[in-house]
């Protein structure tokens, strides 16, 4: 064998061996895997546990994680409440694209479109950077286009999007994807499966924690 050849080998299973070892942990580790937030935020009422995904439509790492997001959403437990916030970074796409989430969600077509929008930045490589383009896209989807303008301006939708900036700055993002789990843990930059696990392990810690309070 070559030497060449011997050493990626060896490289792919040193990489697969540490990908199976950090899969098969029980236990997550604090400042490496998940942060406490500091101070503490609201997480979800009583027995509730919040999840919060903070993304951005243009982000390739949030369209990767889509997949991951929504398979782990079919069999979340009941006492998981799942809420999307997108990223408010000083930019203005990507404000453009905040305001059009909650714009879709006040006229309640955003689950209808959210794969669409997806799939138009990152496969057709439209990155629906000025509202001429994110209008004519949606157009093409059946939106209603004044509608649209509409909720754009809403005092809802302007309100919601001083909030998303708020919470990001609460909860220290600085990129998405980025998952805080009932305001008291942040986690990110783990791939696919393994960032929906460390997400399970923070619901199952915050539980627990819960649950000890009571006693």
């Known amino acids: 064998m070559k030497k060449h050849t011997l050493v990626w080998v060896l490289s792919l299973f040193a990489f697969l061996f540490l990908t199976v070892e950090v899969s098969a942990q029980t236990k997550f580790e604090e ?4 942060f406490s937030i500091i101070p503490e935020q609201p997480g979800g009422d009583g027995d509730k546990v919040q999840v919060v995904e903070f993304f951005w ?16 959403l079919e069999k979340k437990p009941d006492n998981v409440e799942f ?8 930019r203005a796409d990507v404000v453009l694209h905040a305001e059009t989430f909650y714009a879709l969600t006040l006229m309640g077509v955003e689950d209808e479109l959210n794969a669409a929008l997806f799939d138009e930045i990152h496969v ?14 949606l157009a093409q989807q059946g939106v209603d286009i004044e509608a649209y303008r509409k909720a754009m301006k809403s005092f809802a939708v302007q309100t919601q999007s001083r909030r998303a900036e708020v919470l990001a700055g609460r909860f220290d993002i600085r990129g998405v994807p980025a ?3 009932d305001g008291k843990y942040r986690t990110s930059g783990l791939e696919g499966d393994l960032q929906m696990q ?10 627990t924690e ?5 006693q």
């Open 179 to 181: 998952f805080v789990v």
């Open 31 to 34: 400042e490496v895997h998940y």
């Open 83 to 90: 809420v999307r916030i997108p990223a408010m970074f000083n």
């Open 124 to 137: 057709r490589k439209n990155k629906l950077a000025d509202s001429a383009r994110m209008e004519d896209f």
């Open 57 to 72: 439509y243009a982000c390739p790492h949030c369209y990767s994680m889509e997949p991951h997001v929504n398979k782990w």
């Open 210 to 214: 819960k649950r000890s309070k009571k």
């Open 198 to 207: 460390a997400i399970d392990y923070l619901i199952d810690k915050v539980v």
